[in-house]
């Protein structure tokens, strides 16, 4: 027997009380892993770069620019490459089975963003054969059940054809992985050229131009490209896509707040969970706390068995909870932008060592106050 | 007030006081007590209760502190030591065997026997050869593995007395060692207390209430209203 064997022993004392402890842990920390998880994947925010910049309307994300700018974005000399993007955003089939597609120039977008998309010269060459091709991220193709070489359908909200229908026709023509799993592919990349021609209004314009600074551009060349448009019609606001797509969040709420809020509220459940039981389990046992100090257990080790019971349970519970939820990210992240970090792994750490030190607190502190001659009196 | 001065005291009290507060007032167990116990004895200590046996053992434990006076066993002064220094003092200097035994619900005869060890540097395999030998010795061999509930009154009092015994100490405090037996065994733990006074030197000092069971001692000390009024010694 060791001193840990000990501790467990104890933990296991009244079995049914200590699963459910553990399932209650459990539970606190797969909803932990599972949120933190949506805020590190944020739907791709953080796997958004903060290098890219993204330049767009000053008046509003959906009021377009005109093409014209470009010439202006590309000359200046702390710009290495520029790209440009229309997005249209439909259905297939149904309207809540909402998709996005990207209407770029492939090339442009290859040398922008090629590397964070996963592109490869084979699948920019694969939609350069026509017009209607379209490349699909990973995360969009596995939940739609697409391939490569089918034909589909999205019917756009927004952006009509010139015989007024919104119903556009695609073929798939290969699929984008991305650079790793927390970039966000849960979209498609077609032709701005073939939607330009085809689209009833707001042609030769964009919605965003993308931009590759030099490796050794300023810090501040995104004031620096919007003071180029300042007094133009067409005043522009650039941020990091990292930036952007935060912001973007935030229009509808504060996510990573209320993830803190549901996360914090979990915890402080578990806490006064377990600190209840904690103590009448330890007060259930004071006599044989008293035989323990009788033998010859310090204060310090009758700390570190309650410490070390608690520890194991929130080990145990803790692990099945972080388990679970690294498993839905596995099988369930690339459609719900999940992303199960090594940050949010260690992070979980720490709550867990922090939660099992403080839940032992309490009951330890009382073990060791007890005069060994009133744990007698105890029983 | 009686003395009890013997050759090369291996405990000695002296002055001892002491009272516990009961409803705001102070009610003294002990107003000067002294006693010395040479080292090998096996000393009784009866007396009706509220006498302060108890007491008495509690503070030989180091369990519980005097009021005033000197209280020392070996060369450790108890009555100066901090709640650390006596931990540590029990776990190295003193066994003690309760009269319910207290044995760990949890844990097996060997496990219960075994925890006083783990607060020694010992490595597992060193303290399951210590845990056997006396298991051995108390005639619990081959049930290491039992948990107290399937075990008799006085297997499990064999197990509390290999507990006690498993670190070596030189001093044994009985409280009621046969308070809970049946005549038969309780004979037989005292007559495994005699063998660990005789043949190793262990001293024993033993709370009963039971004459027969302090026949078995060397001398056996009276005490009424916190005071020594009688000594007989083994014949």
Redesign the interface.
């Known amino acids: 027997?060791?001193?840990f064997?000990?501790a467990r022993?104890?933990a296991?004392?009244k079995p049914l009380r200590t699963l459910l402890l553990m399932v209650c842990i459990a539970v606190a920390f797969l909803i932990y892993g599972l949120a933190a998880s949506f805020v590190a994947g944020a739907q791709g925010a953080a796997g958004a770069s903060d290098e890219l910049l993204g330049v767009m309307s000053a008046t509003g994300r959906t009021q377009p620019l005109p093409m014209a700018l470009m010439p202006r974005i590309a000359a200046d000399p702390e710009v290495a490459a520029v790209g440009y993007m229309t997005r249209m955003r439909g259905f297939i089939e149904v309207e809540k089975n909402v998709v996005a597609v990207s209407a770029v120039d492939p090339g442009l977008l290859m040398s922008v963003n090629g590397k964070e998309l996963g592109l490869t010269a084979d699948l920019v060459d694969a939609i350069g054969q026509a017009r209607e091709n379209v490349l699909v991220g990973r995360a969009l193709a596995d939940a739609q059940g697409w391939t490569a070489g089918q034909r589909i359908a999205v019917t756009t909200f927004d952006i009509a054809k010139q015989d007024g229908s919104r119903d556009w026709r695609f073929e798939i023509a290969g699929i984008f992985e991305g650079e790793n799993a927390s970039t966000d592919t849960y979209f498609m990349i077609g032709r701005y050229d073939y939607v330009n021609a085809v689209r009833a209004r707001g042609k030769d314009t964009v919605d965003a131009f993308i931009v590759r600074p030099q490796a050794s551009a300023v810090p501040d060349l995104a004031a620096h490209i919007d003071q180029l448009f300042a007094n133009s019609a067409a005043p522009t606001r650039t941020q990091s896509e990292k930036q952007f797509l935060e912001a973007f969040l935030r229009q509808y709420a504060d996510i990573g707040m209320i993830v803190n809020l549901v996360t914090g509220a979990a915890f402080v459940t578990v806490l006064m969970i377990v600190v209840n039981t904690m103590v009448f389990a330890v007060r259930e046992r004071l006599?044989?706390i008293g035989?323990?100090?009788?033998?010859?257990?310090?204060?310090?080790?009758i700390v570190a068995l309650i410490l070390g019971e608690t520890l194991f349970v929130f080990a145990i519970g803790g692990g099945c909870g972080l388990a679970l939820a690294k498993l839905a990210t596995v099988f369930a992240g690339p459609n719900l932008g999940l992303v199960f970090s090594p940050l949010v792994f260690a992070k979980a750490l720490a709550i867990l060592l922090v939660l099992g030190f403080a839940t032992g607190a309490l009951p330890a502190l009382n073990a060791i106050r007890t005069?060994?001659?009133n744990a007698f009196r105890s029983r | 007030m009686t003395q009890h001065i013997a050759q090369e005291p291996y405990i000695a009290l002296k002055g001892i006081s002491k009272a516990y507060n009961i409803g705001g007032q102070a009610v003294p167990i002990f107003s000067g007590l002294d006693l010395c116990i040479p080292h090998g004895d096996f000393v009784a200590v009866m007396g009706p209760s509220g006498s302060g046996k108890s007491t008495l053992l509690n503070m030989l434990a180091g369990i519980d502190r005097p009021d005033a006076g000197s209280l020392r066993i070996g060369a450790s002064h108890l009555d100066q030591m901090g709640e650390a220094a006596r931990s540590s003092w029990r776990a190295h200097h003193m066994g003690i065997v309760f009269q319910f035994y207290n044995l760990l619900p949890i844990l097996t005869a060997a496990e219960n026997v075994e925890l006083p060890l783990l607060l020694k540097p010992l490595s597992r395999r060193e303290r399951r050869i210590r845990v056997e030998r006396v298991l051995d010795l108390v005639g619990l061999g081959g049930r290491e593995r039992q948990y107290p509930g399937v075990m008799s009154g006085g297997q499990q009092q064999r197990v509390g007395i290999a507990r006690a015994i498993v670190c070596d100490p030189g001093l044994l405090l009985c409280d009621e060692p046969t308070g809970d037996l049946d005549r038969k065994s309780a004979d037989e733990i005292l007559e495994m207390l005699c063998f660990l006074n005789r043949q190793l030197g262990k001293t024993i000092v033993m709370v009963t209430h039971d004459p027969q069971a302090a026949l078995h001692a060397k001398r056996t000390l009276h005490l009424d209203k916190g005071d020594f009024v009688e000594e007989r010694r083994a014949a």
């Not at chain 1, 035989?291 to 080790?301: I, M």
């Open positions: 027997m060791t001193f064997d000990l022993k104890n296991w004392r006599f044989e035989v323990l100090k009788t033998l010859g257990f310090s204060q310090t080790r005069p060994i001659i």
